[in-house]
Each structure stands twice: as C-alpha cells, then as structure tokens.
Nanobody
C-alpha cells in the first residue's frame, strides 16, 4: 500500500489550498481515510477523517474551514482548506486505515501559512 500526497505549499493567511492523496496497491477493507498534521514541537493530531460509511470527523480547530471528500473509484481523498490561519502551518500526513492490516501513512506534505 502506498499513499501519495500532493498540494501543499505556501499561502497567505485567509487563502486556500487543496490537498490530494491517492492510495495504490492492495486496497480493500477500508475503515477510514484522511489527514493528520504535525506542527514543529507538537504531537501529530487529527485534521479530518472520512469513514467507509461516510461518517466524517473533523478537528474542532478546522470545522467550518476545511472540507474532506473522496473519490472511491480512484481511492483518493481530498482536503479543501479555506480561510487558512498561521496556526494551520504543519506537515500534513495522509492516512489510510485498512481492516485487519492497520493504519498506513503517506510521506507528508508541508503547508505553510504566512501572516
């Protein structure tokens, strides 16, 4: 299983970015897929997850600003990030949780929001 994330970059506060993550390999039995992030000196934290049944979980800090979506046919998940704040600056990691095989992680993509 491989996860390829893209779409990070540098943006001014109030701007938008869209992250994409494509899963490849032996993909079946998906529990959930989504994004975590890790800022310098902080622990990795949940940003947004979408479960196989469609249930979505967002971190309180991103509710109303970020939207997660998926394309099941392409095993791809997206994260639309609007109204970005400097505190959103972090490395964003794509993640995929498969039944009986556990959670996989992508390589991370840097998001930097300047004030």
């Amino acid at each position: 299983v491989q996860l390829q994330a893209s779409g990070g970059g540098l943006v001014q506060a109030g701007g938008s970015l869209r992250l994409s993550c494509a899963a490849s390999g032996s993909i079946f039995g998906i529990n959930d897929m989504g994004w975590y992030r890790q800022a310098p000196g902080k622990q990795r934290e949940l940003v947004a997850l979408i479960a196989s049944g469609g249930n979505i979980n967002y971190a309180d800090s991103v509710k109303g600003r970020f939207t997660i979506s998926e394309d099941n046919a392409k095993n791809t998940v997206y994260l639309q990030m609007n109204s970005l704040k400097p505190e959103d600056t972090a490395v964003y990691y794509c993640t995929l949780n498969l039944r009986r095989r556990g959670r996989y992680w992508g390589q991370g993509t840097q998001v930097t929001v300047s004030s």
